[in-house]
């Protein structure tokens, strides 16, 4: 599975936008981008997908670099409840596992 | 929609004991997923089934680990015997088919200490 690599920690004030950066250099023509993400004492949860073009949806916003080398993660108001690990996952098309790093533990300042 | 199920929450054992745990997915998800999570870690996947298929379990360690879904719905995880490193959150996962663009959907975890 190709790679990605995360900043281990980051931090935010409350009701300000948040860029999470992503790094995939080794991703392939047909990898999907996804981020899940993982509040304390509970199991990840999907937070948005993408392929070539940036997405958009209730939770957040993915901007997908032209090259597809990267990708940023865009929260556009950080609540307290956006406290968590975030996971940036390359996952093959034809599906199966999801790979999990580190991922980045964000902390919201109120 | 109903999530996925899990049970149990929490379970302490002692080493060289016996724990199953039990997972019910979203109705209809044709595709199971049961992983480990270690404390600071990611969740690595021990087995993916299609339907009652084992598609992938090269991650599990067989000589204690098994797993099964007979009727292509709900699904077990056996450690026998249980080890120290055993210790971790063991997530169950569902998606409608493995499919690059799909999403898994997680339930909430058994926490398993192993003394």
């Known amino acids: 599975d190709a790679k990605t690599t995360q900043p281990n920690s980051m931090e935010s004030n409350e009701e300000e936008p948040v860029h999470l950066p992503c790094n995939h250099s080794?991703?392939?023509?047909?990898?999907?981008i996804h981020w899940y993400r993982q509040l304390p004492s509970q199991g990840p949860e999907y937070v948005i997908h993408?392929?070539?073009s940036n997405v958009n949806n209730r939770m957040a916003s993915l901007a997908i670099a032209e090259d597809r080398k990267s990708s940023t993660l865009i929260l556009h108001r950080a609540t307290l409840r956006d406290a968590a690990v975030y996971y940036c996952?390359?996952?093959?098309?034809?599906?199966?596992?999801?790979?999990f790093g580190t991922g980045t533990r964000l902390a919201v300042r109120p | 929609e109903a999530g996925v199920a899990q049970s149990p929450r929490y379970k302490i054992i002692e080493k060289r004991q016996s724990v199953a745990f039990w997972c019910n997915p979203i109705?209809?998800?044709?595709?199971l997923y049961w992983y480990q999570q270690i404390l600071g870690q990611g969740p690595k996947l021990l087995i993916q089934?299609?339907?009652?298929?084992?598609?992938?379990d090269s991650q599990l360690p067989k000589d204690r680990f098994s797993a099964e879904r007979l009727k292509g719905v709900d699904s077990t995880l056996k450690i026998q015997p249980a080890k120290l490193e055993d210790s971790a959150v063991y997530l169950c996962?569902?998606?409608?088919?493995?499919?690059?663009?799909?999403?898994?959907?997680f339930g909430p975890g058994t926490r398993l200490l192993v003394l």
């Open positions: 996962a569902s998606s409608l088919m493995p499919l690059g663009a799909e999403t898994q959907y």
């Open positions: 080794t991703i392939s023509g047909t990898d999907y």
């Open positions: 993408g392929l070539t």
């Open positions: 996952i390359l996952r093959q098309s034809s599906g199966d596992k999801l790979t």
């Open positions: 109705s209809g998800h044709a595709t």
């Open positions: 089934f299609q339907n009652n298929g084992v598609v992938d």
